[in-house]
């Protein structure tokens, strides 16, 4: 009995955290990026989310006030992956900035 048991938990478990294309469609995420004067690593950055196997996610990115070429950066791969989503801002630091973020996400699920 207590193996009966110990499977069903495991099972129940199992379930839990199946991963949302094991249940039916896919579920879409919002991944946030904040950028401040980031051009050295914004396209690094931003290929590295774009070659994830996961197909069905939103990629913003805030440009916080940046003085060097972080905008342009995120604008051209904007015009090359419709997933990709960039709004610019006034320097304001970064929890205002992840703050917006969050609120131009229209998936409940935001991964950073």
């Known amino acids: ?9 495991d099972a129940n478990v199992a379930s839990k955290y199946a ?27 931003i290929e590295s989310v774009l070659v994830q196997t996961w197909p069905d996610f939103e990629l913003i990115v805030v440009n916080d006030g940046s003085t060097d070429n972080t905008l342009a ?16 801002q006034p320097n304001v630091g970064i929890a205002p900035t992840l703050n917006r973020c969050i609120e131009l996400a229209s998936s409940e699920w935001i991964f950073r």
């Open 73 to 88: 950066i995120a604008e051209k791969y904007a015009a090359q992956d419709a997933r990709v989503k960039v709004y610019s």
């Open 1 to 9: 009995m207590e193996a009966e048991t110990e499977k069903l938990n």
């Open 19 to 45: 991963l949302p294309y094991q249940r039916g469609p896919l579920m879409q995420v919002s991944v946030v990026m904040p950028a401040y004067n980031a051009e050295r690593f914004l396209a690094e950055a």
